[in-house]
């Protein structure tokens, strides 16, 4: 099949508005497992183990079906599945109903690289790498830890904040909005937008639709400004970019498609890690006070946040029937990559539901595996590190409150959406 044919036979259908329907509450999670249930987004690390246990490769029929391994060598054996499980529909619901039908080309650049199979993702994962480099990032350590201590200074002296709405989920949209070269006002729009993406569209796909329509709307407008007017920004460096590879065919299409994932990819894992670590540190004494007292244990406190709180699951379509280990996984079906509940596998890990905030043997799978695996960890763990650093500094006693009832994100990205936090007015600064 060439990359320019529509939707082929390996695709669910796409107007069937029956798959969006919630389905009653789960009686077994091996065979009717749903993503959406309140219990699994709450507390999925149980469901994992119980699942693991019974059957390695989940089932189930909702959502218009699919595949959920739970053990960290099914679910890195999958990842290395390359072309057999394709990303080019990386979200477990299909496209909304009345969405436009894509071509396969398409449908692979519309948030290239994590969209793309090779060979297009091999060239376009080339053009974001030196972005994101170690040594690149480092160039907006001082913005983020400037945004960290402006952020605390607009809420310190009433004693109480929404960790999630008023410090995680500030950072990392604003860092993306000044590495692109965007207004950093749009920074909430982006918050908005990601949640009509990942978050509140995937119940809605009416939502879904009008978001990505507004989102590239607006990436689409930054883009074609930048193609007779660059600037010092990534934005222009993508669309000016010579790369050295016989594939590279650079489009204005193919940026705007970067940008997205950019910004879906950018904003909720990044908000959703360092809004589990808050609360997690918020609900455990012993794990506060030993990382106020010894600031030197956060880079590998940072590994162990990412572990037992993995934010993202994203899913692969197989493109041909598969025997993974006697499970017949058929041409068209969905697969979950389950990195979350792979971090909580007893063959890997040892004792893997204790969170251990110095673990020493920590080869975590939270940034993915194989070729897809996270390009943009390095700015990850700077932005993660720095909010910590800089909360734990300012605020070193806090706890979660219950002034209002926590709400936490599930589905494909999971994390800390509304945290109510207290804390003694007057702490160090
Ligand atoms: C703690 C925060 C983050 C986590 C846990 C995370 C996790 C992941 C995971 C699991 C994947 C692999 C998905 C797959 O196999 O389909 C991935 C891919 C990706 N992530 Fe992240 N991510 C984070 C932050 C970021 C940030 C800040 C950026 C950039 C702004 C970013 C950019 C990307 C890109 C470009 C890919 C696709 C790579 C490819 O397909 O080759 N991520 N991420």
């Known amino acids: 099949m060439s990359e320019q044919d529509t939707y082929g036979s390996a695709d669910v259908p796409t107007h069937d508005a029956s798959i969006w329907a919630a389905g009653g509450p789960v009686t077994d999670w091996t065979t009717d497992y749903d993503i959406r249930d309140q219990e699994y987004i709450e507390n999925p690390v149980p469901i994992w183990a119980d699942m693991r246990a019974k059957c390695p490769v989940a089932h189930t029929e909702r959502l218009g079906g699919s595949w959920n391994p739970t053990s960290f060598d099914a679910v890195r054996e999958m990842a290395k599945m390359v072309p057999e499980l394709s990303s080019r529909q990386i979200l477990v619901m299909p496209p909304p109903p009345g969405a436009a039908e894509m071509s396969r080309y398409e449908q692979q650049i519309a948030a290239a690289p994590i969209t793309a199979d090779p060979p297009i993702h091999t060239w376009t994962r080339r053009m974001l790498l030196p972005a994101f480099s170690p040594k690149t990032v480092t160039q907006y350590e001082d913005y983020t830890e400037q945004l960290c201590h402006s952020l605390i200074d607009g809420f310190i002296e009433t004693g109480q904040c929404d960790g999630a709405e008023q410090y995680a989920q500030q950072i990392p949209p604003r860092v993306i909005a000044h590495m692109l070269g965007v207004d950093e006002g749009m920074a909430d729009q982006f918050v908005i937008w990601v949640n009509g993406v990942l978050g509140e569209g995937l119940h809605d796909p009416e939502l879904r639709m009008k978001t990505r329509d507004e989102l590239l709307g607006f990436i689409n407008s930054e883009v074609r400004a930048r193609i007779t007017d660059p600037r010092e920004d990534l934005l222009s460096e993508l669309l000016h970019m010579e790369l050295d590879h016989p594939d590279a065919d650079i489009t204005p299409e193919v940026v705007v498609g970067i940008t997205n994932l950019l910004i879906v990819a950018g904003i909720d894992t990044t908000w959703s890690s360092i809004g589990s670590a808050l609360w997690h540190l918020g609900t455990n004494p012993s794990d506060r006070q030993r990382l106020a007292n ?80 996270c390009a943009g960890s390095n700015l990850a763990r700077l932005e993660m ?45």
């Open 294 to 373: 010894d600031p030197e244990v956060l880079p590998i406190a940072v590994e162990e946040f990412l572990r037992f709180y993995a934010p993202v699951t994203m899913a692969r379509i197989a493109e041909q029937d598969i025997d993974f280990h006697g499970v017949s996984i058929q041409r068209g079906d969905k697969i979950l990559m389950n990195f979350p509940a792979a971090c909580h596998d007893p063959e890997q890990f040892e004792d893997p539901d204790t969170f251990i905030i110095d673990r020493e043997r920590n080869r975590h799978v939270a940034f993915g595996s194989g070729i897809h695996r």
């Open 385 to 429: 590190t720095i909010a910590l650093r800089v909360w734990m500094e300012r605020i070193p006693e806090f706890e979660i409150s219950d002034r209002e009832p926590m709400k936490w994100a599930g589905g494909q990205v999971r994390g800390p959406r509304v945290m109510p936090m207290s804390f003694p007015v007057g702490q160090r600064r």
